[in-house]
Structures are given as C-alpha cells and as structure tokens.
C-alpha cells in the first residue's frame, strides 16, 4: 500500500498545486486553529509536507522558527525545495519520525494521517517527540469523504479507487491512550462545486488524492460511467459536487518531571514544592 501511495503522489507532484484546491483550505483552517491556541512554537515538525503549502504560511507568520518537514514522496519535496531552497525536508513514513525524543514543541500534520497505519502507538510516538507542553494539531480525512460516491449501485461503487477513512471518535482514543493532555476532536464538511464530472475527476487524480488497493483489472464501463455522473449531479447549483469531511484534533503533552522515587509528577507540583522549603 505505501509503494502505491508513493507512486501517485509523486506523479502528481508537479500538478498537486493546480488542483489541491481542498488542501490549500484546509491548510488556512488548520492555521487558524493554531492561531486561536496560546502557544509558543520554536521547533516544529511537519507530517506529510507534501509540496511545501502549510509551510510556507508557517514561514509567513511566524518567522524565525526551525520548521522540519518529511513526507514519503521525495517528488513532493523536490516541489517543496523548489519554493523555498533553505527548508529542511527530509524523506520518511510518518510513522516513524527519525528524531530524538522531545526534540519538538509543536507536531503539525495536514491531511496526511489518514495515509498512515494509525495505532496508538503512532500518536504515543508523537508524544515522545514533543517536550513537555508541547502541541499536535491535525486534520484529516473522516468517513463522509467522497459521500457522493456511495449513491452509486453498490456494484460499481465496489469499484472506486477510495480509502476507508475512521471516524473521528477513533483519533479521540488514539490521543487519550497516548497520554496527551485535554483532546479535543471535531469535524467540518466542504463541498466543492465543479461544472463538469471531467473536472471533479481530474481533480481527484492529479492530486494522487484516489488511491487505494484495488484490483486495478476493474474498469468502468460507460453505463457505469453515467451512473456516476447521475448520483454527483446536483440539479439546483448545475454542478457536480464532492464533499469531504475533515476531522480536526489536537491536544497537548503533559509537564511533567522526576520526584526522588522516579515517578513522573507535574510541573506545577513541583513549583509548589518549591515554594514550602524554608
């Protein structure tokens, strides 16, 4: 499945920019999420960087931070270097991250995970990168993504090219079960307008955004092609739409500090020990 999802992103490197119409909104979404979060950002970690988007608005707002971006496709990163030559990328699967403990702030990733094998072992895996109040903030693709597609016949829509997105309720746990402090999960819909089915399509194919493990043996005839022309038209805007929900999550990594028996305690326990020595 990665080698798949290599492959189609790093084919469409050089067109994503033309048609991520929906990556680039939900990119301005997720900064002003983290805008309305009080938090300091010095070392930040990029997840799935893809052609530099997301960074370049980090760079924007908040100069002089040390941003690291990976992603699995080293064309995407060529893209990336192309609009800023001094950024630091580095090709990976961001599962595993190949960075010291505690070595970030902040963890940002823009619809990227639902890409990943997601565990709770991934997010405890993020939360031993952050430091101590250290910040993931998230978005990804949820369950309804590609609703249109399902008022298809159920024989033809076995036959799309989709990934099964989890509901959001799953990223919940994964961060509860990480230990990181005070989750908050929550998901928004967009729906894109296109005026012809040809567009939509292309859209999804030269994004990479419409892989998946299927027998590529199964193509679609033309009665099946109308079929899907019929269930995405939408009679009173004259268009063609897609919808995606997005999931949004963040939450934060525990202070925390030894005691003399080794255990972890929080910070402000400490200052207030501090506090009753004479």
Request: hydrophobic fraction near 35%; proline fraction near 4%; charge should be positive.
């Amino acid at each position: 499945m990665k080698k798949k999802i290599i492959k189609s992103f790093s084919k469409r490197a050089r067109s994503y920019d033309d048609y991520s119409f929906i990556q680039k909104n939900v990119n301005e979404r997720l900064f002003n999420r983290l805008n309305l979060i009080k938090h300091d950002i010095k070392y930040l970690l990029e997840i799935g960087s893809g052609t530099g988007n997301l960074s370049q608005i980090l760079c924007r707002e908040f100069p002089g931070i040390d941003i690291v971006s990976i992603d699995l496709s080293h064309e995407m990163l060529k893209e990336h270097k192309q609009k800023n030559y001094s950024a630091r990328c580095i090709q990976t699967k961001g599962e595993a991250p190949p960075f010291k403990n505690e070595s970030f702030d902040t963890i940002l990733s823009s619809l990227t995970l639902h890409w990943c094998d997601l565990d709770d072992n991934l997010f405890k895996r993020y939360s031993n990168l952050l430091r101590p109040n250290g910040l993931l903030l998230f978005s990804a693709a949820g369950p309804d993504t590609f609703r249109e597609f399902r008022k298809c016949p159920e024989s033809i829509y076995k036959k799309l090219r989709f990934n099964n997105f989890i509901d959001m309720h799953h990223y919940g746990d994964f961060m509860l079960n990480a230990k990181l402090k005070d989750p908050v999960v929550d998901s928004e819909f967009i729906t894109l307008e296109f005026p012809s089915l040809k567009q939509l399509l292309k859209s999804l194919r030269l994004t990479g955004t419409n892989t998946t493990t299927i027998d590529h043996s199964q193509y679609l005839h033309k009665h099946e092609y109308q079929a899907i022309r019929d269930s995405l038209y939408n009679e009173v805007s004259d268009s063609f739409e897609l919808t995606y929900e997005i999931i949004f999550g963040y939450a934060l990594k525990e202070a925390k500090t030894l005691d003399k028996s080794g255990k972890l305690i929080p910070i402000k326990e400490v200052k207030k020990s501090k506090l009753e020595i004479p």
